[in-house]
């Protein structure tokens, strides 16, 4: 499946750009801003638009056994998610360019909630790109047996400084993201451990670096829902 078969968000995106077209101009904005409620639906819209796009992905790649197709979709599941965080990038330089045209306090400060929205979702669409990095390396590690020296510590290494980012914000993450992250910690230690299974009679592969790889995914997960 492609983005022209049920992964596409560009009426989203234009929908949101064309409502964002009103916040300074203020003949439009008196028309058409409606006190920033059509911005902030059109932003949900993309929002879960992105998510159902993410679920999709990963289900029709689970129904597939490792092979051309099943990485063709792991190509597209990723370039879908590269393409969201090019995209939300170029929406806050919009945003931030709004600035110098926004005058009254009120809706100075209604921007600034907005842009704060906006950096949220990237940050949320990075770790995203992260996960699905990891899971392909997960495929790949059971596929060959072992992964290059180096390569799945660099991507944990980078999910957890955006998770050190996306607790920045927040004096206690959003209960939301905890167990969306949780559920995908899950998700990461069972492929984990149906590798492990899948070995269990064969040789030459690198179990080492497998049960290292699975304490790190079961210490983030006990520190995500603490006993």
């Not at 991507?155 to 607790?167: T, V």
Request: proline share 2%; aromatic share 8%.
């Amino acid at each position: 499946m492609d983005n022209t078969q049920g992964h596409s968000r560009s009426y989203e995106r234009k929908m949101l750009s064309s409502i964002e077209q009103n916040r300074t101009e203020r003949s439009r904005r008196d028309l058409f801003w409606a006190d920033g409620a059509r911005w902030n639906n059109a932003f949900q819209q993309l929002v879960e638009r992105e998510n159902a796009s993410d679920t999709a992905f990963r289900h029709q790649i689970d129904e597939l056994l490792p092979g051309d197709t099943q990485v063709g979709l792991e190509e597209r599941f990723f370039n879908a998610v590269h393409d969201d965080i090019d995209w939300w990038s170029r929406f806050a330089a919009e945003l931030e360019n709004a600035e110098h045209a926004v005058a009254a306090q009120d809706e100075l400060d209604e921007l600034t909630k907005h842009q704060f929205m906006v950096a949220w979702r990237l940050l949320e669409r990075q770790v995203v790109r992260c996960q699905v990095q990891l899971e392909i390396l997960e495929r790949r590690r059971r596929q060959g047996g072992r992964l290059q020296r180096g390569q799945w510590r660099e991507q944990w290494n980078e999910l957890h400084r955006l998770i050190a980012q996306q607790s920045a914000c927040y004096k206690q993450l959003p209960s939301q993201t905890t167990q969306r992250m949780l559920a995908w910690c899950r998700r990461l230690y069972a492929m984990q451990t149906e590798t492990r299974a899948s070995w269990q009679h064969t040789q030459d592969v690198d179990r080492s670096s497998l049960e290292h790889a699975m304490r790190d995914v079961a210490a983030l997960m006990a520190r995500l829902d603490p006993p």
